[in-house]
């Protein structure tokens, strides 16, 4: 099958490279002219497990292509999968500038049937809005699809190889036929290929972030009662996540959400909730709870330091808003940092990946450390932000050693409160420590 993928940042780049490894003959589109020549030269743009080998052996092979022409990867593509972002608008919206615009041209471009497949998040409706533009073009022959994506950070090879679900929005029985075939190698397990109309379709993306997003709020609700009850919420999670209608997953409590998708789609569907005249009090409260979560580190450092935090030095060790990424977008740790540099602390930071991510941000007023170890001399007191493995089974007397005072603001709930008190240092977790 002749693929085209039109955006070839995160999501397109993934879905590009999976599609050529099952045999498809996929152009990659984008107008970011560095990007593009560098992935020609196997330079990846994004940190991912696995993706540079499966992108250089595609491109090596001439199963995957890349290219800066929309009028080309147009033109040559039969199924063309919209993979643009669509980010937050001041209001929360979904900005959708540059989605429709390209279809604009991709309306403009188009010399026969294709299949046009929005894989960005888009609000209910949108599918319907670029069909407008089609028929208002005179492409009455383009079938307009909604195919939500679900893939994690961390795991997105793995997420696109062998998805949970896949999700087709269409009525279109020659698209629906499509794009069964175009996935069928990738749910032979038999996971489920779901076709609903495009309403819906689109509706469940942001369904399904927004109620993971709920999850990881709520246990941080409950964490912090955890912390004024004396109750722990490590043991409180395991006794509630053997439910299994509630199970084990996103029950985490923690320093709250970030990345490129829960904030922005919790806000978008809180949004299209207003536009349909209707308040959606739950998600109001998620997101609330999380922008304040982000906060309660910094409380718990003043109140163990007296609020005498001015020139304190705090290590940080965590940027990127989760492990196996470099992306700091609605990171918690740069919420963290700025709170501590306004209050006068100084900052060492490291993270595994993501340090060249984040160091143009603070202008030389943060320290950055290649090494965890080094990091932490002299340090007033540690703040774990990201639960990267290396940081989970340190060597914790060099810890001490190497610090002004043994202090451990564990964000992510990673060391054992008896085992950090026994190695002599002060801890404090989230929602484990009878505050």
Known sequence: MEISIIGTGYVGLVQGACFADTGNSVVCMDVDEKKISNLKKGIIPIYEP?????VRRNFQEERLEFTTSLKAAVERGKVIFLCLPTPQSEDGSADLTRVLAVVEQIATYANEYKILVSKSTIPVGTVDRIRQIMRKKGKQDIDVVSNPEFLKEGSAIEDSLKPDRIVIGSKSKRAISVLTDVYAPFVRTGNPIMVMDERSAEMTKYAANSFLATKISFMNELANLCDKSGADVEWVRRGMGSDPRIGQQFLFAGVGYGGSCFPKDVKALIKTAQEHEYEFKILRAVDEVNERQKRLIVKKMLRHFNNQIQQK?????????????DDVREAPALVIINSLLEIGAKIRAHDPI???KVRGQ?????????????ALKGADALAVITEWNEFRRPDFDRMKALMKRPVIFDGRNIYDPKLMREKGFIYFGIGRNGE
Request: aromatic share 18%; proline share 3%.
């Open 50 to 54: 696995g993706l540079e080998e499966i």
């Open 313 to 325: 030095v705090i290590t940080i060790w965590g940027l990127s808003f989760k492990p196996q990424t």
């Open 354 to 356: 993501a340090n060249s």
């Open 362 to 374: 603070f202008g030389g007023k943060v320290e950055f450390f290649d090494n965890n170890y080094e």
